[in-house]
């Protein structure tokens, strides 16, 4: 499961929250039907948080090992641990030297080298280029697959949780606007068009606005996105203005049906 959301919409106090770390006001959490205190003492459930964690003067492999005690159950087998993650390489080297990807590598390692029934990743590919998090999924999904393990996972990325998830969760300002799997949220919003026409002439979003159709506008420079179920109205009005050209209809990426468009400024 995905967690998705724009900058301060919860993500991560929605995790905090599911840990214990940050109080619920309202009703309570539970996973695996244990309070979450006594969940993370009996290794159900292992985290991978944007913060902290790491023993900075620790090498590599001794943080694995250290981690394995903590963790207690069947004893940690480390060298397949650094192994799946890529980190025999670095096994002798202490964490402080690290690069930010190879950390948070060492932390999505930790949380689920741990064989817990649930692992929550924070942002688990932050700090990382596109190799570098397509290896660190390859190694996250053949974990889960062969333990059949549950995660669920924050991510600004749209396309890791298209990729990744079975199910969405779209947070706005603490809310969930949006509780699916990701094909019931291309299938419900399969109508929905992006039509894009550049401007010849000046024209405000507000006047734009009044041009049949175009209520959902986004505008960047001389571009104008309409976000729209009616597709062939908005280009007809749009090309019988002599304000527009170069007019296209394109289906709306997953990107644009969970975020929308919101006005980028008047032109």
């Known amino acids: 499961m995905a967690l998705l959301g724009p900058n301060g919409a919860g993500k991560t106090t929605l995790m905090d929250s599911i840990l214990g770390i940050s109080a619920v006001e309202r009703g309570r959490v539970t996973i695996c039907g244990r309070a979450p205190s006594d969940a993370l003492a009996d ?25 394995g005690a903590l963790a207690g159950g069947p004893a940690m087998d480390v060298t397949a641990v650094l192994e799946r993650f890529d980190l025999a390489r670095l096994a002798g080297s202490a964490v402080s030297v690290l690069s930010g990807g190879e950390k948070r590598r060492l932390q999505v390692a930790l949380a689920i080298s741990g064989n817990p029934a649930l692992v929550m990743l924070d942002e688990p590919t932050a700090a990382m280029d596109v190799e570098a998090r397509a290896a660190i999924w390859d190694s996250v999904l053949d974990y ?23 199910r969405v969760i779209f947070l ?92 980028e400024g008047d032109h």
């Open 43 to 67: 290794g159900l459930v292992s985290a991978c948080l944007q913060e902290g964690g790491l023993l900075q003067d620790l090498t590599v492999e001794k943080m694995v090992r250290y981690y």
């Open 144 to 166: 889960l697959n062969q333990q059949q393990r549950a995660m669920l996972f924050s991510t600004h990325l749209i396309e890791e949780a298209e990729r990744y998830a079975d």
């Open 172 to 263: 706005k300002e603490g809310r969930i606007v949006h509780d699916d799997s990701v094909a019931a949220l291309r299938r419900d919003h399969a109508d929905i068009c992006i039509v894009s026409a550049r401007m010849l002439g000046r024209a405000t979003a507000a006047e734009i606005r009044t041009i049949t159709g175009c209520t959902n506008i986004t505008v960047r420079g001389r571009l104008v996105e309409c976000r729209t179920g009616e597709p062939e109205v908005v280009r007809s009005a749009l090309g019988a203005d002599t304000r527009f050209s170069d007019i296209r209809i394109d289906k709306a990426s997953l990107e644009q049906i969970l975020f929308g468009h919101t006005d």
